[in-house]
């Protein structure tokens, strides 16, 4: 049984940051890889980055490469996503994610977590 539960998610003004995290259970260690996702207004949901859990090549989709990083705490069983100078662009909805697919991540899904950017 896999279970992902985010947290970190908030108000912040354009330029600022934000640190989401992702509590996984025992079960995830079985699984290839790990990620986030995030649904903007008006558009469907698309992967922001992934990790494999073997400590492999992270990967971003091109709007958040630079400012995003995607870190893994094995000893507290987390993954985290570091989001640096944030753009109103970046609001939605964001979900720790785990798959057995590197460019897909999404087998399993956590219940999400609101970003929003705005002055």
């Known amino acids: 049984q896999v279970q992902l539960v985010e947290s970190g998610g908030g108000l912040v003004q354009p330029g600022g940051s934000l640190r989401l995290s992702c509590k996984a259970s025992r079960g995830i260690f079985n699984i290839a890889f790990m990620g986030w996702y995030r649904q903007t207004p008006g558009n469907e949901r698309e992967m922001v980055a992934v990790m494999p859990q073997d400590g492999g090549t992270s990967r971003y989709t091109d709007s958040v490469r630079g400012r995003f990083t995607i870190s893994r705490d094995y000893a507290k069983n987390t993954l985290d996503l570091q989001m640096n100078s944030l753009k109103p662009d970046d609001t939605g909805v964001y979900y720790c994610?785990?798959?057995?697919?590197?460019?897909?991540?999404?087998?399993?899904w956590g219940q999400g977590t609101q970003v929003t950017v705005s002055s």
């Open positions: 994610t785990a798959g057995h697919n590197y460019y897909s991540p999404n087998d399993y």
